[in-house]
């Protein structure tokens, strides 16, 4: 993740080319589209890769499969080492700030890397938004997304559509205006100012998962209206018994980037990593 690029749901991504100030109230040239069918800017100015889910048929076993995104799915840092010498590290500097005798120079400059590129960690981790999109087609052949970039998630996007999650972020003394619901939703410019939008409770965009095991009725019944909010949030795809020949297999594209209007200013999270884990739960529907 190399730009401080902004999507609403990952299908469509958008880079600001800024004036002489960053920031969501400030003017801008123009808005550019990301995604093109050459992927160009993949892997430099997000992270993408594409994963299958497939219900193997046993015999003559016909259970449908609910999918669900469980409570282990989340975002974090990349730790460089423990919290606790993390902390000892912090102290050490201030200690050889206070004294230069108290540690050699070289521990001194161990420490502030250290500390450095765990705040870039931290800062990425904050700042990083991930979306789940239905592909309409099988990935290349060597696993990553379809063939025709700039169509992933157009179209038939499949039962479960598109999700997005991210940590819940909002800036100290802040307003919405950084703040982990907003989005560039076009390359519209109104007085040099871009178009930007927030997430309304009807999207599918969310911070946390629960445990399928908290809603267990409703994931051996069919996705419907009356499922409970937690069961809705977690819901991925249905899957029917495999037939052989993938025709009940799902594809799907994940993208991560790091999301531009969540602060005006995201230098900190230059060079940071962060770790992505998806946790997935499945059920047999009901006959």
């Known amino acids: 993740m190399a730009a401080d690029i902004s999507s609403k749901d990952g299908v469509q991504l958008y880079a600001p080319?800024?004036?002489s100030k960053v920031g969501d109230n400030e003017q801008v040239s123009k808005v550019e589209e990301v995604i093109d069918a050459n992927n160009a800017h993949a892997d430099s100015w997000f992270t993408e890769f594409a994963f299958k889910l497939t219900n193997v048929k046993h015999g003559d076993d016909t259970t449908k499969l609910n999918v669900f995104l469980d409570q282990t799915t989340l975002l974090k840092a990349v730790a460089v080492d423990t919290p606790?010498?993390?902390l000892a590290a912090k102290n050490l500097i201030s200690e050889y700030k206070a004294d230069p005798s108290s540690h050699?120079?070289?521990?001194?400059?161990?420490?502030?890397?250290?500390?450095?590129?765990?705040?870039?960690?931290?800062?990425?981790?904050?700042w990083s938004r991930v979306a789940i999109v239905s592909l309409n087609a099988a990935p290349k052949s060597d696993g990553t997304a379809a063939e025709n970039h700039a169509s992933v998630g157009k179209g038939k996007l499949g039962q479960a559509g598109v999700l997005t999650f991210e940590n819940?972020?909002?800036?100290s003394g802040s307003d919405t205006k950084n703040s982990s619901t907003e989005y560039i939703n076009s390359t519209s410019l109104t007085a040099n100012k871009m178009d930007i939008k927030e997430y309304v409770a009807a999207d599918r965009h969310y911070y946390t998962f629960a445990n399928p095991e908290s809603y267990f009725a409703?994931?051996?019944?069919?996705?419907?209206?009356?499922?409970g909010a937690d069961a809705k949030k977690g819901y991925l795809v249905t899957l029917d018994p495999d037939t052989g020949d993938d025709a009940n297999t799902k594809?799907?594209?994940?993208?991560?980037?790091?999301?531009?209007?969540?602060n005006d200013d995201q230098e900190a999270a230059d060079k940071?990593?962060?770790?992505?884990?998806?946790?997935?739960?499945?059920?047999?529907?009901?006959?």
């Open 84 to 86: 606790e010498n993390i």
């Open 17 to 19: 080319v800024w004036g």
């Open 272 to 287: 940071g990593e962060v770790s992505l884990n998806l946790g997935f739960a499945s059920y047999g529907i009901d006959a």
């Open 251 to 262: 594809y799907f594209v994940v993208r991560v980037w790091l999301e531009g209007t969540e």
């Open 104 to 126: 050699t120079e070289s521990e001194y400059n161990a420490a502030v890397e250290k500390v450095a590129k765990q705040d870039a960690n931290d800062a990425a981790a904050k």
């Open 168 to 171: 819940e972020c909002k800036e």
């Open 218 to 227: 409703n994931a051996h019944t069919a996705y419907s209206d009356s499922w």
